[in-house]
């Protein structure tokens, strides 16, 4: 599974009392997305911020080319988001995770979990307005894709994880 997390780094509750304010940011998005052949797991906006999760590997979002389509929907959202005057962080990694419904025939949700999705959460919040990938994502870009990233030094130190981690920047 290839999971993109993405926050709003412009967000504030302050400013966006009416969240119908970020109806057109929200509309680009899933248009980008849509596009990609993304699934959009979870759009929230709590006491953290405003965070978009979205998946690749998926049933109805899998293909052969999982990792470069989360990257070509990351730059087109980065750069949509720029233009909508707002700042996005975001976080891409691929790996193995649960995903499928969870809970009781009274509530379930499709949900997403494993240490490959708390990676790109954890990424998400140290890219500070860029784009960061795993080992994992940039293997499986095609070489001239992954040429365009660089590698973050040193290896980010991460709650969760035991090691530094290797990560890369757009």
């Not at 780094?9 to 057109?24: F, G, M, R, V």
């Not at 690749?56 to 959202?77: E, K, L, Y």
Request: net charge positive; charged share 15%; glycine share 6%.
């Amino acid at each position: 599974v290839t999971t993109l997390f993405m926050k709003l780094n412009s967000y504030s509750s302050a400013e966006h009392k009416d969240l119908t304010s970020l109806q057109p940011f929200y509309y680009a998005m899933q248009e980008i997305i849509f596009e990609c052949g993304g699934y959009i797991r979870q759009f929230i906006i709590d006491d953290k911020g405003c965070v978009l999760i979205v998946l690749w590997g998926v049933p109805t979002a899998s293909f052969p080319n999982n990792c470069s389509r989360a990257v070509r929907c990351a730059a087109a959202m980065s750069a949509k988001t720029t233009s909508l005057n707002h700042t996005c962080s975001i976080g891409i990694t691929t790996g193995t995770a649960y995903c499928g419904t969870l809970g009781s025939s009274r509530r379930q949700d499709y949900v997403a979990m494993g240490s490959s999705v708390n990676l790109a959460a954890r990424f998400m919040s140290k890219a500070a307005q860029r784009i960061l990938v795993d080992q994992s994502t940039i293997e499986c870009l095609p070489h001239e894709v992954a040429k365009l990233f660089s590698v973050v030094e040193p290896p980010l130190k991460l709650r969760g994880f035991d090691s530094p981690v290797p990560s890369y920047f757009f």
